[in-house]
């Protein structure tokens, strides 16, 4: 084979190559945006909610709404948006009882989420609930 052969037969593998990249299928664009994940996230003291503090609003994709926002998207991701199912920490947290109430309302994926819990103090809700209650502001 002389040269010229073998460059033309290398350009024309090389445009094969580029044709068989266009060619391939584009993802599927079903004109809908993916669903949303927004919640809204509240910590009050004592048993019982309370409307009166404040919250912060965890909005993901992409992660933003309070310090945590990175942490507490992907924690909620692996427990598909089931804080009851985000894994306990290991923790050593004090014999106190000082109770927080942690309340969560709004939407995962789409799907709607109303999530409350009572834990004995906030040492215990950090460790049951990662980075999603870590409301505490820059």
């Known amino acids: 084979m002389t040269h010229t052969a073998l460059r033309t037969m290398r350009a024309g593998l ?50 933003r709404g309070h310090r945590h926002a990175a942490e507490a998207c992907a924690e909620l991701d692996a427990a598909d948006g089931r804080i009851q199912a985000i894994p306990a920490k290991d923790a050593h947290c004090p014999m106190v009882f000082a109770p927080v109430t942690a309340q969560a309302h709004g939407t995962w994926r789409g799907e709607p989420v109303e999530y409350i819990e009572t834990f004995a103090n906030s040492c215990l809700l950090a460790a049951r609930t990662g980075s999603v209650f870590a409301l505490d502001h820059a």
């Open 14 to 63: 090389l445009a094969a190559l580029v044709l068989l990249a266009c060619a391939a299928p584009a993802p599927a664009d079903t004109g809908h945006p993916a669903p949303e994940s927004r919640l809204l996230l509240t910590v009050s003291h004592g048993d019982t909610p309370s409307g009166a503090e404040s919250g912060s609003l965890l909005l993901c994709d992409p992660p």
